[in-house]
């Protein structure tokens, strides 16, 4: 802790930090449209890229914004947009096809308040669900959402890395009380991050998966492989089928490159769960509101500990069901009408009573709020 | 230092929220914790506008104002709206063309007049004031708030922004 | 037996196409594979972009970097594969309903921007895939399974429309006119800058149907006798890229 006091912190605001942390993750392309309240994401890649040699242009519209990413990575370039409310919904049909077509992008949806154009400039985690079902038909997803600027930053490079790894699209869920948060945060050396990159082979189909590997191998375009790629159902050569079998094998693969590998990137922190009675199930903007109720209900004397996912989706359903074990009671609190709540619903099936703190107005959640329910 | 939970307000367009970042770096420079925060929207086009700092040291908690420990107000509708419900011992600096609303600690301070006569631009309001608060409140050493303020207004206008700060500490 | 030309620029296992007896698409297709040939750039650095509908089968078929994308989007994607990597020559193909219906603006802004793709619209007046409903192209009056009683829309002239919005190149050619229309994609792909050619194709199946224009072979003679091949404009503007590229050597950019 002494150590880190004295190291140098920047004050960033937290879409800044997504920004610092793509290009520390190797971005060097980004394609964006104007929405508030994620607009400082594009400005500051507006900015940045052309500092280290990467390109930044701004689309017609949200769709074309997320058909040029894709288009970038496909050409062998980390890519990476952001949005927010109704340009996370225009994008859908392209995240689904990049998905279905494994092109590895990240996507900043700082997030809210809605439906439709809402409130604009106020916070919200309304998106939770359509981050999970938003795009047409069975496919896999992968969002994680900050808490803090600084994790803003590493988050936005673990998202990189689990595109890269995982050949999808990433989703950082952020929000407007941390994307419009301005904190200070230590960037680090760069030599000191981990930072993953698409395996390529090109001596097998594109769309193959060795054994023992867990997403298809295929080099980017221009390097000689010449394949396909597709959002219709395809063979392992990319090329289309209309065959049920492959239709069935394909979807099924996809799905499986998350249900077999949970425990590689499902992320969350506990704190006081040694103890703790009540456990608060907070997220993202909400998840600081959480940890000063629970210094308060402690300094009464109550044992209510913190339960954060980290990783909303795939949802951390297993370690849930075990802190629902030891807890009397859980209270969850999010900027929305009951969204990750019904996971959790499903993951504990009534083994614990749960309280629910939603809020719709587009005002923050205060500690005080979560506080009167611990 | 005691855990100060600032509110900077005043109107669109007299550097507010700028203010309240220079603060906030010069909090960091100086070694503290701190973090910034604003209102947007329509309140953010000419109309109230409201931003947030917060200093301690260590683990900064929850990101928003609870209890203001300090004001800052440059119109009458900021320090009506926001001096409300607000404790005792909260400082609440407002500009002295202001109508102090009583039962509140505020402190007068000639901010808007002194960068208009004495600088010669109004738009210095918000730096004059960064100096009147720090010599309030004593926050940072003047030297690093000085470099905070230089790390942010444009280039060119170093000097009158430097003149700026040290008219708002001797107020 | 297919000749060397077709040998070399398309992918015999993905055969045969989709594509109708009579449809001008296969024509076009060709036409793309010699001008291809005839620029003698090396098939790994060409990336064909296509949406979805008759047209976008195209990008299956020919032996390149190939991406067939979602409706309309051919022209962002495309964008995002060039700002990504300029050094590939990309090469949307779509239909008419494809690029400026759907896609409309993602056309008339690429066309704006001037960026260095070539468009080449596989242009037969009806949505086919579907099953024959009128497009922007349709011409008043003309039968479709949606305009059952004649259509009363306007039609676009999308390589004029093209012109309107920026674009540095522009042609019109057809599947009949394969000399012409195979210089012409030849010269939009050289052009640096963004190009489209509108060709002229057939769909006998549903357009030629529904109207009454006869067969393949009577399609084929009313593109011989209605249209002239035509290029309407070659002109040298700022690209995007070159343009962008400025301000990262202004910054030493990742140096």
Redesign the interface.
């Known amino acids: 802790m002494a150590a880190k006091q004295k190291e140098k912190r920047v004050l960033l605001q937290g879409n800044e930090a997504c920004v610092e942390g793509a290009i520390a993750a190797g971005m060097r392309f980004f394609a964006g449209y104007p929405i508030t309240p994620s607009t400082e994401v594009a400005e500051q890649a507006a900015i940045r890229l052309p500092q280290v040699g990467g390109r930044f242009i701004q689309m017609e519209d949200e769709i074309a914004a997320m058909a040029a990413i894709i288009g970038g990575s496909a050409a062998g370039v980390k890519s990476m947009t952001a949005t927010s409310g109704p340009g996370f919904s225009l994008k859908q049909e392209n995240l689904g096809y990049a998905a279905f077509a494994e092109v590895p992008c990240v996507l900043i949806n700082v997030q809210r308040s809605g439906p439709s154009t809402g409130l604009p400039t106020s916070p919200s985690q309304g998106d939770i669900m359509q981050a999970r079902w938003g795009t047409h038909g069975d496919h896999p997803v992968i969002a994680l959402a900050p808490a803090t600027v600084e994790e803003c930053y590493h988050l936005t490079i673990r998202c990189f890395n689990l595109s890269e790894k995982y050949r999808m699209p990433v989703f950082l869920m952020t929000d407007e009380i941390i994307g419009h948060l301005r904190e200070g945060i230590v960037i680090p050396d760069p030599k000191t991050l981990k930072i993953e990159n698409r395996k390529i082979n090109k001596k097998i189909p594109p769309f193959a998966v060795p054994k023992g590997e867990i997403a298809p191998q295929s080099a980017p375009f221009g390097q000689g492989q010449r394949y396909n790629i597709t959002g219709l159902v395809h063979r392992e050569d990319g090329f289309p089928t209309n065959s049920t079998t492959i239709a069935g094998e394909l979807c099924t693969r996809l799905m499986k490159k998350i249900e077999d590998n949970v425990d590689d990137i499902i992320e969350y922190e506990e704190r006081h769960l040694e103890d703790a009675e009540v456990i608060v199930i907070a997220y993202g903007g909400t998840t600081r509101a959480a940890t000063k109720a629970i210094e308060l209900a402690r300094a009464k004397g109550k044992k209510a500990g913190l339960f954060r996912p980290i990783t909303i989706w795939p949802f951390p359903a297993k370690r849930i069901q075990e802190i629902a074990k030891k807890a009397k009671k859980f209270v969850v609190a999010e900027h929305n009408y009951g969204q990750l709540v019904h996971e959790i619903r499903l993951a504990t099936k009534d083994a614990v009573p749960i309280e629910f703190l939603g809020k719709v107005d587009g005002t923050i959640i205060m500690p005080n709020e979560i506080e009167e329910l611990i | 230092m005691n855990r100060q939970e600032m509110r900077f307000t005043g109107s669109g367009g007299q550097g507010i929220i700028l203010a309240s ?1 220079i603060l ?2 010069a909090a ?1 420079i100086a ?1 503290h ?9 329509p309140e ?1 086009r000419g109309g109230v506008c409201k931003a947030e700092v917060i200093i301690c040291e260590g683990d ?5 104002v ?1 209890k203001p420990t300090f004001l800052l107000a440059l119109t009458q509708s900021s320090l009506d709206r926001y001096s409300k419900g607000v404790d005792k011992d909260c400082i609440i600096i407002a500009d002295s063309s202001l109508v102090a609303p009583k039962g509140y600690n505020i402190v007068s301070k000639p901010i808007i007049q002194t960068a208009k006569e004495k600088i010669g631009k109004a738009f210095v309001s918000n730096i004059v004031a960064l100096g009147a608060i720090n010599a309030h409140l004593k926050l940072v050493p003047p030297d690093v708030l000085k470099e905070a303020v230089l790390k942010y207004v444009p280039k060119g206008t170093d000097e009158i922004n430097t003149k700026a700060l040290e008219a708002g500490a001797a107020l | 037996m297919a000749s060397p030309i077709i040998k070399k620029y398309i992918r015999e296992g993905t055969l045969p196409h989709i594509w109708c007896g009579g449809c001008g698409h296969g024509i076009i297709m060709r036409n793309l594979a010699v001008a291809i040939e005839n620029l003698g750039i090396d098939r790994d650095k060409v990336c064909l972009v296509s949406g979805i509908g008759c047209s976008s089968r195209i990008a299956g078929y020919m032996d390149f970097n190939t991406l067939h994308t979602t409706h309309g989007r051919a022209v962002a994607f495309a964008t995002g594969v060039k700002v990504a990597n300029p050094d590939m020559t990309v090469i949307v193909a779509a239909g008419d309903g494809d690029i400026s219906a759907i896609g409309g603006n993602h056309l008339i802004h690429a066309a704006r921007r001037n960026i260095d793709l070539t468009v080449i619209v596989m242009n037969n007046d009806i949505y086919g895939m579907t099953g024959g409903q009128f497009s922007p192209t349709t011409p008043m009056g003309d039968l479709a399974t949606t305009a059952p009683y004649g259509n009363v829309d306007r039609p676009f002239d999308i390589a004029k429309l093209s012109v309107g919005a920026g674009a540095t190149y522009a042609a019109k050619g057809s599947a009949y006119h394969v000399k012409d229309t195979t210089k012409f994609i030849q010269e939009g792909i050289a052009h640096k800058g963004f190009a489209i050619i509108d060709c002229v194709s057939s769909c006998p199946t549903y357009y030629g149907r529904k109207n009454k224009k006869g067969g393949a072979v009577e399609m084929m003679e009313l593109q011989k006798k209605n249209f002239v091949p035509e290029r309407l404009l070659e002109r040298l503007e700022p690209e995007w890229i070159e343009e962008y590229d400025k301000t990262i050597r202004a910054m030493k950019g990742g140096k």
């Open positions: 970042v906030a770096e960091l070694g914790t701190a973090v910034q925060s604003q209102t947007y929207g953010a900064i908690g929850f990101t928003k609870v």
